[in-house]
């Protein structure tokens, strides 16, 4: 198939733009994006849309996401990760498994996050980590999110081994800074590894390396309709298709009623199943044509 998820387990020290770079000359100008970007210092599962998986990118970041990391204690960084500048110290008490046990239960569950100034998020279209690096702060405001499954355990007297499933927007770095302040201290994020996004999962990543040395024919591409397995499906038939693609959405009156803001796909007749369209239901009620997509890119070569 020349559209699909391509699934990349991302090295430290290289950023999410690199990855795409150093596969650049196997991409060709095939559209490219990626689902949510890790920070430069971070490995781990970086999917990335190529063709016409691009249209339903959005779709796809509303996944959890699922990561390993280690909280050192005792320092802050003004990047809240290893790769800033110390910005203050503070003891670290003896950390006994229930203090711990205590401290992760009070995290799980909807919390409010306040995003880090080193971050993409932008004000008055300013990102704000440039307004960081010329020593700048502004006000931010909280934002909740969601920690499905927390673990945190003593990896060494200053030192935190972490696990975590979340929500999408949830800021790793700042989870590790405000644990280390419920423990008593201050401390930075030193390693991170994401191993999750939605149902994929890093093993099933591969290395840039082994994508550069390999035809792109031969990438284990992962299919627009797996990747949307859990939306609903609808087949529809080749001259209603036509007709989408023409404007004429009659046809979506023939679709059993939706709930309000539910998406789904729409899929070619026969074996193939191919996602042509992705549609919601409006505000007002009845589905509506958001994307069309061809079909024709997705099919396994």
């Not at 979506?252 to 899929?267: H, K, M, S």
């Amino acid at each position: 198939m020349t559209s699909g998820l391509l699934l990349v387990d991302k090295g430290d020290g290289v950023t999410s733009a690199g990855v795409i770079r150093a596969l650049k000359s196997q991409i060709g100008k095939t559209k490219v994006g990626h689902l949510g970007t890790l920070d430069p210092f971070a490995s781990g599962l970086l999917p990335l849309c190529l063709g016409e998986a691009t249209k339903v990118a959005r779709y796809l970041l509303l996944k959890d996401k699922a990561y390993t990391g280690t909280i050192q204690l005792g320092t802050e960084t003004d990047t809240l990760d290893r790769t800033g500048q110390p910005t203050g110290a503070a003891p670290v008490p003896a950390l006994d498994d229930r203090t711990i046990a205590d401290v992760a239960a009070r995290f799980r569950g909807t919390i409010a996050q306040v995003p880090p100034m080193y971050s993409a998020l932008k004000r008055d279209g300013v990102p704000l980590y440039e307004l960081a690096r010329r020593g700048e702060s502004v006000e931010r405001a909280p934002r909740e999110v969601e920690i499905r499954e927390l673990v945190i355990e003593r990896a060494a007297p200053d030192r935190l081994g972490l696990a975590v499933r979340c929500s999408k927007g949830t800021y790793i770095r700042v989870l590790a800074a405000d644990i280390a302040r419920a423990l008593g201290t201050v401390g930075h994020l030193a390693e991170l590894r994401r191993t999750a996004v939605g149902p994929f999962t890093v093993e099933q990543a591969w290395p840039v390396e082994r994508l550069r040395s390999t035809p792109r024919a031969e990438w284990p591409l992962v299919s627009v309709r797996r990747a949307l397995a859990g939306v609903q499906a609808f087949a529809v038939a080749p001259d209603a298709l036509e007709h989408l693609r023409c404007g004429r959405q009659a046809a979506l009156r023939q679709l059993p009623l939706g709930q309000p803001g539910e998406t789904a796909v729409l899929v070619s007749e026969g074996a193939s199943g191919d996602v042509e369209a992705v549609i919601e239901v409006a505000a007002a009620g009845g589905w509506r044509l958001v994307r069309m997509l061809n079909g024709a890119t997705l099919q396994d070569p």
